[in-house]
C-alpha cells in the first residue's frame, strides 16, 4: 500500500477555505485516493474519493494533479464543526483491504 | 436503514475478565475489521476478516480473539491477556468490488475502561 504523509496539525478560522495536502510519492496505478474525517468518540466517516483531476461533494472538494503523487483536500468556508481529525489513504479495492489508518492531520477551527 | 451497530457504547471490565465487544452489519459487506485507538492516536488494526468463517491477525492481535459465523457479525473478545484494554474500539465494513471503490463503513464505537 502507498505511503502517506500529511501534516500533523493544521489551525483556521471559521469562514475560511482549509486546504489539507497528502503526499503519497509510490501511488499505484489502481489505487484510489480516500478522505476520512473523524470527530471525537466517534468513527471515521468517508467524505470523499478520487482518481485523478477534481471531485466534488457536498462536504469537500478533492484535488489531484496529472502525475497522482499528492492530492488535496479543500473545505470551503469551515465553521467550528469542522473541527476533526483527516486522514488521508491511498489503496485500490479499499473496502475488502485491511488499511493502515496513521495519525491523521488534526484540525482546529476557531472562532 | 443500512449501517454498522457497535455495542455497548461503554463497557467497564474489571482486571482478569474476558469481555465481549459486539458488532453487527446490515450492508452486506464481505470484509469486517477491528480497529483500536487510543487517546490522540490513529487507528490500529487488531483483526479482520474478508469471508465467512475467516478471519487473520492485524499488526496487534495478542490478547484479543474474534469470530465470524454469520457474514452480519464479527465480535470482538478482549481477553485477560490484553494487558492494557483501555481504549476505544472501531468495527468496520468494506464495500465491494473493483473499480469503483467505496471504502469503510465505521460503527460508534466501544469505550473499554479497565477498572
Known amino acids: 500500500l502507498a505511503k502517506t504523509t500529511q501534516p500533523i496539525s493544521m489551525d483556521s478560522y471559521e469562514g475560511q477555505e482549509v486546504n489539507i495536502t497528502c503526499s503519497h510519492n509510490?501511488?499505484?496505478?489502481?489505487?484510489?485516493i480516500t478522505w476520512y474525517q473523524q470527530f471525537p468518540s466517534q468513527g471515521p466517516r468517508f467524505i470523499i474519493q478520487g482518481y485523478k483531476t477534481k471531485v466534488t461533494n457536498e462536504v469537500a472538494s478533492l484535488f489531484i494533479p496529472a502525475d497522482r503523487k499528492s492530492s488535496t483536500l479543500s473545505l470551503p468556508r469551515v465553521s467550528l464543526s469542522d473541527t476533526a481529525v483527516y486522514y488521508c489513504l491511498v489503496a485500490w479495492d479499499t473496502g475488502r483491504r485491511a488499511l493502515t489508518f496513521g495519525s491523521g492531520t488534526r484540525l482546529q477551527v476557531q472562532p | 436503514d443500512g449501517g454498522i451497530t457497535q455495542s455497548p457504547k461503554y463497557l467497564f471490565r474489571k482486571e482478569g475478565q474476558n469481555v465481549t465487544l459486539s458488532c453487527e452489519q446490515n450492508?452486506?459487506?464481505?470484509?469486517m475489521y477491528w480497529y483500536r485507538q487510543d487517546p490522540g492516536q490513529g487507528l490500529r488494526l487488531i483483526y479482520y476478516s474478508q469471508i465467512v468463517n475467516d478471519f487473520q491477525k492485524g499488526d496487534i492481535a495478542e490478547g484479543y480473539s474474534v469470530s465470524r459465523e454469520k457474514k452480519e457479525s464479527f465480535p470482538l473478545t478482549v481477553t485477560s491477556a490484553q494487558k492494557n484494554p483501555t481504549a476505544f474500539y472501531l468495527c468496520?465494513?468494506?464495500?465491494?468490488?473493483?473499480?469503483?471503490?467505496?471504502?469503510?463503513?465505521f460503527g460508534s464505537g466501544t469505550r473499554l475502561t479497565v477498572v
Open positions: 450492508l452486506n459487506h464481505d470484509a
Open positions: 468496520a465494513s468494506g464495500g465491494q468490488g473493483l473499480g469503483r471503490d467505496y471504502g469503510y463503513t
Open positions: 509510490n501511488i499505484a496505478t489502481n489505487d484510489y
